[in-house]
């Protein structure tokens, strides 16, 4: 069954950086694209950044773009976000997803059919 385990989440200081890492396995990792969401309390998911497969794609959300790089390393299974000038609204639970079809590069929450459990992130000021 797909898996995604996600960490790297913490408490930092605005202004900070945090790379998070999200461990997939269950299925053929380089097939499909992933996905960075995150849910601050009170507020729906908010997309961030995915991936596609072959790494040459790549989308962000305008507010964290030139500020986060999501990244792959097919070879480890594994997804990453590294995030920079960290702002307390960057603040919330940070989520990775997997693409529901091969192939793809979704930014809507329902193009994603796996998700991990979520890491804490807070950025304090």
């Known amino acids: 069954q797909v898996q995604l385990v996600e960490s790297g989440g913490g408490l930092v200081q605005a202004g900070d950086s945090l790379r998070l890492s999200c461990e997939a396995s269950?299925?053929?990792?380089?097939?499909?694209?992933m996905g960075w969401f995150r849910q601050a309390p009170g507020k729906e998911r908010q997309f961030v950044a995915s991936i596609a497969w072959s790494d040459r794609r790549r989308t962000y959300a305008d507010s964290v773009k030139g500020r986060f790089t999501i990244s792959r390393d097919n070879a480890k299974n594994t997804v990453y976000l590294q995030m920079s000038s960290l702002k307390p609204e960057d603040t919330a639970i940070y989520s990775c997803?997997?693409?529901?079809?091969?192939?793809?590069?979704?930014?809507?929450?329902?193009?994603?059919?796996?998700w991990g459990l979520g890491t804490q992130v807070t950025v304090s000021s």
């Open positions: 269950g299925y053929t990792f380089s097939r499909y694209a």
């Open positions: 997803a997997r693409e529901l079809r091969p192939n793809g590069l979704g930014t809507r929450a329902i193009d994603f059919g796996y």
